[in-house]
């Protein structure tokens, strides 16, 4: 029962009257009235249409992309520099600890030396 009231349903949607107009009659409908060459035209616009519609969403794409490179090439760099930065403190206190351990042991050096030679 269904299937024949879809069926009865969808074929009257689809019933369209076709009448063919000749130039200066009086159309059955309101709407547009279009030759050939208008309705290539109409075709062409909405083929460009879609195209530009295909461009933008490309470009967003793009856009989008772009902006995950960038953040991820600046998260990189905050990487680095925080990892050139720990090395750079370790080397410092490194070189400052050599020159602690090389005064201390000089000075005891020159303390043993003053014990024994008395």
Not at 11 to 23: M, Y
Not at 43 to 58: D, G, P, Q, S, Y
Not at 68 to 86: G, I, P, T
């Amino acid at each position: 029962m269904k299937l024949i009231l879809i069926l009865l349903l969808t074929f009257q949607a689809f019933a369209i009257d076709v009448n063919p107009i000749r130039k200066g009659e009086a159309a059955p409908f309101d709407g547009y009235i279009v030759d050939d060459t208008g309705l290539k035209q109409f075709r062409a616009i909405n083929e460009e249409k879609k195209l530009l519609k295909k461009k933008v969403v490309t470009l967003e794409e793009l856009g989008t992309i772009k902006d995950s490179r960038v953040k991820l090439y600046k998260d990189e760099a905050d990487h680095y520099h925080n990892q050139y930065k720990k090395a750079q403190s370790k080397s410092t206190w490194k070189i400052v600890g050599g020159i602690v351990l090389g005064i201390l042991a000089t000075s005891a050096a020159g303390y043993i030396y003053n014990r024994t030679r008395d």
